[in-house]
């Protein structure tokens, strides 16, 4: 007997038959949840919640519940109360889904809401109502309208969240009917393919990161050379299949390196000689664009679903510490400040303050991805007008990031990426592999956690203390970054 098909699995059967197979045949294949992924699913909790709220007087369906038969037995004796039920189940033609909120439409229909914690309806959503209106088709429900339910970019909090402003709904019926006739048979596909003995054979290509970055990467992207084709920058043509499908794995095999544009010339020079790239004039002319006092700067920012404070919006970048070191003279000490908010205020105004007190009024301000602390800056000021000096400080600001993205310079163990993460380690030799916060989104989801939970003491200190240790070596590695292109152009 095949088993049923979920409505994850549906997906990641239309993305991949091996990734499929591999889910039913092979669980153990399969990383664990990590923190990352465990945040995007509590905030996809979250915004679940809030939806329902919207629905209220509603009944919740086989909650805590996995199996599937107990919480189909309880959806049917539940259709008859004529109530909003959140994730009802339903089972059809070998697939099975709970829907995030089947609502009461007249005597005997129902309207399906979809909930998603994204700003826009995306085309994986429609497949996903698509497969969800076949089952409830199937199982005898008339559905009047489909619906997605998702987070309104333009909503500004002011005290407690709002979810009628939070969230806007979207009318996808049309959409979604349209796609209605490919269902049948994608899911008898699909089934054929969860009961095939072995496993399927798929090359990799595009479909492992769209839509969805798959769990399975590091395993069969395994095979690929220490410097493979997969790296070329911003490889819109897709050239690295084409490689891959005549067998060319390597940077250092590319026999045409011609065909390819200046900067991934410079991956496949890099590749072969094993030496680094260095355009001396080019660096000069950057370096010259310093001036002192000099200030390494960089910020974290929270982004979150449900705005964490008044007079941000959802996914706002709001900063909530910085580092800044400081240099007054060329070849001086320099000196450290650092600010990172405590509590749950608004951290704005006081990250603003002490920014003000320690960033030199005169001088460069060098950051890396000036458009995002740029931009950053220019918000703060914003939400703070008695601040609007901080609107000026992108006049300032160097980017770092330029000679790395115009591969002045470039070493092939960047593999192919030009983020200070890729780079520090190929420069210099040091990296963020001994913190025990070493991105910027294991920053932010550990200050929620140290400010919007209530931890114990002692855990909520070491990730403050982890937290200046991260944001510190930010600001460490652009000295040091300039320190080896001053040291590379010196002659
Ligand atoms: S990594 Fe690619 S080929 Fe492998 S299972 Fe995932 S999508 Fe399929």
Redesign the pocket.
Known sequence: MPRSISKTSFLAGY?????LW?KFNDPDAFPGIDPAKQAIFNQGHAIGELAKSLYPGGVEVGKDVVAYQPVLEETIALLQRRVPLYEPAFAFEGGYARIDILVPDGDEAWRLVEVKSGTRVKDENLLDVAFQLHLCRGAGLTITRCSLMHVNRDYVRQGEIDPSLLLTEEDITEQVTGLLSKIPARLAELSAVTTRKSCPT????A??SKPYS????S???AFLPEYPVTNLYRDTQGRKWEFLESGIHSLAEVPDPEILNAKQQVQVETAVSSSPHVATTALKNFLKEIEWPLAYFDIETTSTAVPLYDRTRPYQQTPFQFSLHVQETKGGPITHHEFLASGRDDPRPQFLERLHSWLPTTGSVVVYNASFENRCLRDCAAACPEHAWAAKVPDRTVDLLIPFRNFSFHHRDQHGSCSIKSVLPAVTGTGYSHLAIQDGNAAARSFTTAEFTDLPAAERDQIRHDLLAYCKLDTQAMIDLVDALQALTAS
């Open positions: 993305q991949c038959h091996k990734l591999k798929v090359e990799i290509g479909h492992c798959c769990d399975l990467k395993q069969c992207w």
